[in-house]
């Protein structure tokens, strides 16, 4: 079963990813709310896909936090933003990013690049 | 500032070429008393021709006619000089007035009226020139004077020439200070506009920032405001495709599904605005593909084929917001019912902009469908559209025929 780590700072909009990652078949490690408790949840739980939310809590954003993650570890990360700003997209792809999807997600669009990823 | 210090200086001026025009008609006055006395009538009334002259020359200057005062002044020294140089004989020392002519020519103008300056040196220089030929080729017809009354008369010139020359000195010598006196007041005034320029740019420079600092915090406001509303349209949709996992029935599902896709049509309408340069504003073809992909994502039917042709339009949010409305009911319908027997379709979208009108036409190859029936029971899809419509204060005109496919067609102004 594949682990998945779940960085996202509205905790309803985490809780709904959750449960329906979860139906999908994958284990749901962590949720955390920012990019310094994104890095020790990849350092604790090592998971194979990061569902990233761009704009969180904290000094850093999910960019940022996914290229101090890459230093150390080749988890792969899905991109949940609120806007598709090309600067941002640019940066995005220059990590090991498997999708870059603007909220609203559709769940048949996440289900789609989880089983794609499988 | 130049210009009002030139304007200072020519007014200062005209007033010390009138008082030279007094002081020559004052030391002409002893002239006519000594022509008087040796019978000299004629010229004495010359030296009255003189002197009216010189009074002209002010009463001139005074009437705002300079330069025809200065001519005048120019003439009259001139022919004084002239006519009493060739009554009285060269060696009467009468030409000694010619060398207070540089003088006179610098009261009369500026430095900056090079010409008039050469015109005048020239006029006194020939004039002198005249004078001393006449008088070496010996062609001078003395008046019969006395000796003492030459000698007297030799005595005037010299001293009056010095008397005039020195005056000119001293009124030049008062002008440059006066001048000086002008400059460093037009300095000062300079030195205290370049303090308040300072002044006034620092004051720019802070408001600059205050406004700089303003706009920032109304970005970072507006961004987190777009990140809040994403936010909750996603916890909104999130929730309805949670429920619609546990629904069974396949209508309610459908419902659900089509709720979802109406939130992600304003979620993608908002993050447009957001992404558009200009805020009330959006460039509507990038939008309508975005919009076409993301409700073809949402039906398993891939073999409909949407064919859309959309100008460069900007619709206002006002605008916006019902026209993507409406156009996601118009694909949803044709997807939900046009092509339930048919295996392939194809929509077709355009959307142009004449001189004051935007033209909608949206039309599907699939099943169409009875216009009277329909509109008699109306589904919430079709109140939508008409709502839509109505919200854009168009006139949308619906044709179909069982069969026939559907072309629905909408004009709204801009």
Request: one cysteine or more.
């Amino acid at each position: 079963m594949k682990k998945i780590l779940i960085v996202e700072d509205d905790f309803l909009l985490s809780m709904i990813n959750t449960k329906y990652i979860e139906m999908l078949g994958y284990k749901v490690v962590a949720c955390v709310t920012n990019g310094l408790d994104a890095i020790e949840a990849v350092k604790e739980h090592s998971p194979d896909i990061v569902i990233m939310d761009v704009r969180i809590d904290g000094g850093m954003n999910g960019i940022e936090a996914m290229e101090e993650i890459s230093k150390f570890s080749s988890t792969a990360v899905i991109y949940l933003t609120g806007n598709s700003e090309k600067e941002l997209k640019e940066r995005a792809a220059k990590t090991n990013m498997l999708a870059f999807c603007v909220k609203p997600v559709h769940f048949e669009e996440l289900s789609k690049i989880l089983k794609n990823e499988k | 500032m130049g210009k009002a210090i030139l304007i200072k200086n020519e007014k200062e001026r005209i007033k010390f070429i009138n008082q030279f025009c007094y002081l020559t008609a004052v030391l002409a006055s002893p002239y006519l008393y000594i022509l008087y006395l040796n019978k000299l009538i004629f010229s004495t009334g010359v030296m009255l021709l003189i002197i009216f002259l010189f009074l002209t020359s002010v009463y001139l200057n005074k009437n705002n006619k300079p330069n025809f005062s200065k001519a005048l002044i120019i003439f009259t020294t001139n022919f004084a000089v002239t006519y009493f140089s060739l009554l009285l004989g060269f060696d009467s020392g009468v030409h000694l007035f010619l060398f207070s002519a540089p003088l006179i020519t610098y009261l009369l103008f500026d430095f900056i009226k090079k010409t008039n300056i050469i015109f005048t040196m020239l006029l006194y220089v020939l004039n002198f020139f005249t004078i001393y030929i006449i008088n070496k080729m010996h062609l001078i017809v003395n008046a019969q004077l006395e000796n003492n009354t030459h000698q007297l008369l030799y005595f005037m010139n010299f001293s009056f020439s010095i008397t005039l020359c020195f005056s000119l000195i001293i009124y030049f010598a008062n002008n440059n200070s006066m001048y000086i006196n002008l400059l460093k007041e037009a300095n000062i005034t300079l030195e205290a506009q370049q303090m308040q320029m300072q002044i006034k740019n620092i004051e720019n420079t802070e408001t600059n920032k205050k406004l700089s600092e303003t706009l920032k915090e109304k970005e970072t406001l507006l961004s987190e405001i777009h990140h809040r509303v994403k936010n909750n349209l996603a916890v909104i949709s999130g929730l309805i495709e949670l429920q619609n996992i546990h629904v069974t029935d396949e209508l309610a599902s459908r419902i659900l599904k089509e709720s979802r896709n109406r939130i992600k049509s304003i979620a993608l309408l908002h993050e447009k605005f957001y992404e558009s340069k200009n805020i009330d504003s959006i460039e509507i073809r990038t939008y309508v593909n975005e919009l076409i992909h993301l409700i073809k994502l949402s039906f398993t039917n891939n073999n409909i084929k949407i064919h859309a042709q959309i100008d460069t339009i900007e619709l206002s949010m006002t605008e916006a917001l019902p026209f993507s409305l409406l156009l996601n009911e118009l694909i949803t319908n044709s997807y939900k019912h046009a092509f339930k027997q048919k295996k392939e379709g194809n929509i077709y979208i355009t959307f142009t902009k004449t001189n004051n009108e935007y033209v909608l036409n949206y039309k599907d190859d699939g099943s169409g469908f009875d216009t009277k029936a329909s509109f008699k029971e109306k589904s919430l899809g079709m109140n939508l559209i008409e709502a839509f419509s109505k919200q854009l204060k168009g006139k949308a005109i619906w044709t179909s025929e069982i069969g026939k496919g559907i072309n629905f067609n909408l004009n709204f102004k801009h």
